[in-house]
């Protein structure tokens, strides 16, 4: 069984936000695998299907980013899915607009959502961040919050699409492999 989250804030206020960039993935990949529905399950809404002969959980947290760690925890030992299992996927206002960076381990990075996964879990899952370019007045809590605008949701879609596709080559072919194709993009 794999465990796929989007991190982001719940509710309508939040919509659209560069912080919920990671649920906007998980939306692409549910609507691209034919997933079904989301329900609500331990904190979170879950959809799933199945690839090959394994299990995929997607999930959205719906404690808000700063405590994501406690639904992707309860997701892992509910399942006793094993961390090496997880893959989450997040905004990243260091990275430029539309970037994607795939790593097997690190750091939070400031990244609040990362944060309290970290808290939980240490720093050895599969992350994919996703550009969403840096403040322009370094107020960094109105930025992630705020909407993209016309010109860069062109740009993020783009993006949203292209995280989908590495999330499917991660399930696929490994993290080595994910890295090699989507981390060398050119323009990313």
């Not at 695998?33 to 997607?58: D, F, H, P, Q, T």
């Not at 990244?111 to 960094?140: C, F, M, T, W």
Request: charged share 25%.
């Amino acid at each position: 069984m794999r465990l796929i989250v989007g991190l982001g804030n719940p509710g309508r206020d939040y919509e659209g936000t560069r912080h919920n960039i990671g649920f906007e993935v998980v939306d692409k990949l549910c609507f691209m695998s034919k997933a079904g529905n989301y329900v609500s399950r331990m904190e979170g809404l879950v959809a799933e299907y199945g690839i090959g002969e394994s299990k995929v959980l997607l999930v959205k947290p719906q404690t808000f980013m700063n405590l994501s760690g406690r639904c992707v925890s309860n997701f892992l030992q509910f399942y006793k899915i094993p961390v090496n299992s997880l893959f989450v996927i997040c905004d990243d206002k260091d990275l430029p607009l539309g970037k994607l960076r795939i790593r097997g381990s690190g750091t939070h990075g400031g990244n609040n959502g990362l944060r309290s996964i970290q808290d939980h879990l240490g720093v050895n899952y599969s992350r994919l961040r996703i550009g969403i370019g840096e403040p322009k007045n370094g107020d960094a809590s109105s930025h992630v919050l705020g909407r993209f605008t016309v010109s860069e949701k062109v740009v993020i879609e783009d993006s949203v699409e292209c995280a989908a596709l590495a999330v499917e080559a991660w399930l696929k072919d490994g993290l080595e492999a994910c890295m090699n194709k989507f981390n060398v993009l050119p323009g990313r």
